[in-house]
Structures are given as C-alpha cells and as structure tokens.
C-alpha cells in the first residue's frame, strides 16, 4: 500500500509542471505589447521604449486616454450660440474671447437703451395726443396712429383720406375713434415724437441683428479654432485637403476694420 502511494507522488511531481503549462491563461494583448516593445532598445538615457509606448495615448490597461487639449468641435458650437465668447473660452482663446464679451455686452446694452428709450417716446406722444387732441390711442394700431399725425380731425381723415385711398375704412365719430388737433403745431410735435419712437425701436432691431451676426461669427471662430486642436493628435485633414477655410483678424485699435473675416475656398 505504500509503495503504491510512493510511486503516484513521484508520478505527481513529474507531471506537475506539464501539466501546469497546459492550464497557464493566455497572456492579454496588452502584457503582449508591453512585453514586444519592453524587448526593443532603449532610445536614450531614461527614455525607455515602455515609456514611449504609454506616451501613445493608453493608459496601464491598454484604453486609449482623453486627452485635455482636444476640444470638441460641437461643444465650442453650443457655447458660442449661448454666448458669443464662450466656445473661444472654452477652446482656450481667453484674448478672443473677451472681444466677443465685449461686443456682446455693447450690443445688450444699446438694445435695452433703445428700447427703453422707444417706450418712453411711446407713452410721451400717447398721452400727447390725449391732452392735445382728445385722441384714445393705447388700444389702437400702429396705422391708426399715424393717421392721427397726418389728419387734423376725424372729418377730415373720412373726407379726404378716403378719397386718395378708397380701401381704408370709415371711421365712426366716436370716444374711440375721435380725436381733432386744436393748433396745427401740435400735431406736428406729435409726429415728432412718433418719429423719435419709431427710429428708437428701429435702432433696436438693428442691434438684435448685430447680435446674430456676432453669434454667427464666433461659432465659426470657436468650431475653427476647436477642430485645430486635433492636428496635435494627427486626426485632423491635412491642410492641401481642406477645400474650405477662413481667417479671422481682431484689431479693436484699428478704426476703419476692427473685425475683418477673409473666406478662401479650393478647388
């Protein structure tokens, strides 16, 4: 009997390592990478080839790294149509960006004057009219009330007006409709005023276009500037390969041109 246990021990120890490598796991690709660029010569002093290969953009588990300077074109997009600046922000243009603060805080700042400035005309020429004429203007129409800065009464609006134009309506001579200027110049001061009012919320309009145009500007200069990061990481097309492309120069000291965009196209 133990003779027979004797002989299965020595059989055990023989076998073992045979059969130790026939169960060994198959090494990952990374240990297999690690250990192909770990046999190549160094390059220079401390910088090893397993070095260089963690400089590759993978981290100890073989998954490739974000790295910080890439910035996401799409991003820069959103940020900038938020807020012109904010994508050259984001992006890392800080001297950039704070022109386009700048001209966005202009713009704001020159919509809110007029408006406000509009309003005040508005009310100015409203309650003018109500004084000077006993005209009711706060419900009626923008053409209503230049009829009121053209006609002295109502009369004269239904007797002449409609014969130039036979489309406009009769008016009713009533506490709605009525109003009769007792002096000529007052009704000139009240097309003074509207005028002033009118161009106020024309002004105004103007700088929501402004304000577009600025937005547009920077999501172009912020997605420009975003996609430039991806040549550091060789994603981007090779410059002969663009076919469109663009240069924005900012120079607020200059007082003919202080923004001048250059578009240039390949064919």
Do not use: C
């Amino acid at each position: 009997m133990s003779r027979r246990w004797i002989i299965f021990g020595l059989l055990a120890v023989l076998g073992g390592p045979t059969a130790a490598r026939s169960l060994e796991l198959e090494a990952p690709p990374i240990h297999s990478q690690l250990s192909t660029e770990l046999q190549r010569p160094a390059v220079s002093g401390s910088d090893r080839s397993f070095g260089v290969f963690f400089q590759q953009g993978f981290d100890d588990w073989g998954v490739r790294k974000k790295d910080p300077g890439r910035k996401s074109a799409s991003k820069a997009l959103l940020y900038s149509a938020l807020l012109p600046g904010l994508g050259e922000y984001y992006v890392g243009n800080r001297k950039k960006a704070r022109y386009f603060f700048a001209a966005e805080a202009v713009w704001w700042l020159g919509f809110l004057s007029y408006h406000t400035y509009g309003r005040w005309k508005e009310d100015d020429y409203v309650n003018f009219a109500r004084e000077r004429a006993d005209a009711r203007l706060e419900d009626k129409n923008d053409e209503f009330r230049d009829w009121v800065g053209f006609y002295d009464d109502i009369d004269q609006f239904n007797e002449f007006g409609r014969v130039q134009d036979r489309d406009r309506p009769y008016l009713v001579d009533n506490e709605s409709n009525h109003w009769r200027w007792r002096d000529p110049a007052d009704k000139d001061a009240y097309r003074d005023l509207k005028n002033r009012s009118r161009e106020a919320f024309r002004r105004r309009d103007f700088t929501i276009g402004l304000m577009i145009l600025n937005r547009i500007v920077s999501v172009i200069d912020a997605v420009h500037d975003a996609r430039k990061t991806r040549k550091l990481f060789g994603d981007a097309p090779a410059p002969e390969q663009q076919r469109f492309g663009y240069r924005l120069d900012i120079d607020p000291l200059s007082t003919e041109q202080p923004i001048q965009v250059s578009v240039f196209a390949r064919f």
